[in-house]
């Protein structure tokens, strides 16, 4: 791989320790993926706070901590701060609600102190897995490296940035070197169309927007999709359900829709040229296939937890929620849990929502969320969604029934403790 001259100082350990062993690990990975250089990067988004996991040796600080898991190191290397702009995803604990998670308190105090070494080091608190939605917006052709599958198909593809599905060590390279292997995503040819979708139903709710996501990424897997014949505009919501979808059943990292996403206004300009390797379309039939696949587990129709924010939620979704809600209660036997960003929760909190949603018996929670976290109330045995990419995990991490359907059926299901969703 050829490297710059500031790369090639870092390789050489002019800027010490810590990021020689990062510009090592870029380059190695990028020597395996192909990839002829780096490119520059200035938004880095990684999941690098600790947290105590069974089966992980014991750490000698945090110093060793980041050395180890984040940069691959046997040595404890001292850590500076970092230099590309960074920000921390989803984490393991709900800074509010860490008891209802059943985080004793050494762990809440580690985690605690993680976070302060990380803030010291100079990344930023998201704690979410849409930074896009509290500030760290890429723009068109920004190069980026972001770990979450669900984030980074939606700066790809909705805002034009620039992103590969990174890894914790090539993220917390990033971040100490600003420098990320110039492969996949980053390069023009490879953000051009393969497959082609064309919708023959409409697309209009959320839960619609989850099907056919969820329909998309089974279809082409790894590819570059191109949604054609999508006669309403999608909203964020919207986008943020389809994209974690296609990302979950397959492992899409960039679509196209004409007239909606950023790089293409029409199909011929999405494919640029591109040879179409298959097509699909999305009818009636599929739409009821795939409505069955995501409700395969679901048998009990009494509900524990109704899980809503997955991913985390926009504060229209927690407006719409509030208002679906309309004063009634939760059900004794269930309980109804909303995951957001915590600066909407904040908002959340100052407009009236956290009440509304505290005296309906609703728990509105931040920073985590039930799959990142692996908690869920104590004997929970059947969950219900509106999140194709949480109906996804739960059942196979958590070893739980699920129930997929809209966020209205979601809200039922909470007021009434049963699931009664069906396929409109
Ligand atoms: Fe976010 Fe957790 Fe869903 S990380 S996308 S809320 S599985």
Redesign the pocket.
Known sequence: MKLTADEQAMLDGKEGPAVQKAMELLVKYGEALGAERLVDTNNVCDANVYSPTPGLPPFDGHDHIFSQMSLDSDEILEIPKVKAFSCQL?GRMDSRHWRLQGIDQTTHDLILESESYNAAHGIQLMNT?TPYQIGNVPVKGEHCAWM?S?AVVYINSVLGARSNVEGRESTAAAMLTGKIPYWGYHLESERRGTHYVTIEVPVESFMDWGLLGYFVGQAVGDKVPVIDNVKNSPNLSKLKHFG?AASTSGGVEMYHIPGVTAEARTVEEAFSGNKIYEKFRFGPEERRKVYEDLNRTGRDTNVDLVML????SSIQQIWEICNLLDGKKVHSNTQLWI?TPHPIRELADRIGYTKILEDAGAVLMSDT?P??GRFLPKGTKVIATD?A??VH?LPAIMHVQGWFGSTQDCISAAITGRWKGELQ
């Open positions: 989803i897995c979450e669900s974690a924010g997955c991913p985390h995951f969320c799959a990142i999140s990419k949480q995990y």
